[in-house]
């Protein structure tokens, strides 16, 4: 059975910083791009990371480019998503997944177990 589960997450003071992990299982990571998606109280989930599957290219949504920062250890079958600058606006449920780039955006599929991430302001 394919899964990805994220973890790291917790409470981060405005400003500071956390590392995600992504761990694939029952399948092998570095035959997929990975990205990661959040979803905000009340909010819809929306995608901010895609990173091809050789690690060459990456993006980033307006909202996070410039603070956070992905990569992957494929001896690990994982990926790590760095935060920095937080803010209260990216408290979040984060979810790694794998994605793809479509003409008028990215699609995302397959997310597993999500990690909570908490910007105090």
């Known amino acids: 059975q394919e899964r990805l589960v994220a973890s790291g997450g917790g409470l981060v003071q405005f400003g500071g910083s956390l590392r995600l992990s992504c761990v694939a299982s029952g399948f092998r990571l570095d035959y997929y791009a990975i990205g990661w998606l959040r979803q905000a109280p009340g909010k819809e989930r929306e995608g901010n990371v895609c990173?091809?599957?050789?690690?060459?290219?990456?993006w980033y949504g307006d909202s996070v480019k410039g603070r956070f920062a992905n990569s992957r250890d494929h001896s690990k079958n994982s990926v790590y998503l760095q935060m920095n600058s937080l803010t209260p606006e990216d408290t979040a449920i984060y979810y790694c997944a794998k994605c793809w780039a479509r003409i008028n955006g990215y699609e995302y599929a397959d997310w597993g177990q999500g990690t909570q991430v908490t910007v105090s302001s």
């Open positions: 990173h091809s599957s050789s690690g060459a290219n990456a």
